[in-house]
């Protein structure tokens, strides 16, 4: 019943910032963002609960902030110094439920269409 759209991927130098966007539609109590490189698993970037809790990938922490609008129901992942191993394709997800632990993959039942992220040095 949940419908998310990303937005805002793109390509990035290296150090650079960007920020995407993920709008959805109908009941979401966690989100997250996870990507994906070529060839390698989805993994978990960072999530928020109903109550604004965030959680982050180590490899991420103090890079990468989540936050979401939830008037406008609305995610959203502000990266700053980005890595050339950060590129990947970024995928938005909810679950109805509060999700232990908030970065698993396999516990968000509704995802994106994905948003690309290319960094280069």
């Known amino acids: 019943q949940v419908q998310l759209v990303e937005s805002g991927g793109g390509s990035v130098q290296a150090g650079g910032s960007l920020t995407l966007s993920c709008a959805a539609s109908g009941y979401t109590s966690s989100m997250g963002w996870f990507r994906q490189g070529p060839g390698t698993e989805r993994e978990g970037v960072a999530a928020?609960?109903?109550?604004?809790?965030?959680t982050y990938a180590d490899s991420v922490k103090g890079r990468f902030a989540i936050s979401k609008d939830n008037t406008y129901n609305t995610l959203y992942l502000q990266m700053t110094g980005l890595k050339p191993e950060d590129a990947a394709m970024y995928y938005c997800?909810?679950?109805?439920?509060?999700?232990?632990?908030?970065?698993?993959?396999?516990?968000?039942?509704?995802w994106g269409q994905g948003t690309q992220v290319t960094v280069y040095s």
């Open positions: 997800a909810a679950a109805p439920l509060r999700v232990i632990p908030p970065l698993s993959p396999s516990d968000y039942s509704s």
């Open positions: 928020i609960d109903v109550y604004g809790i965030t």
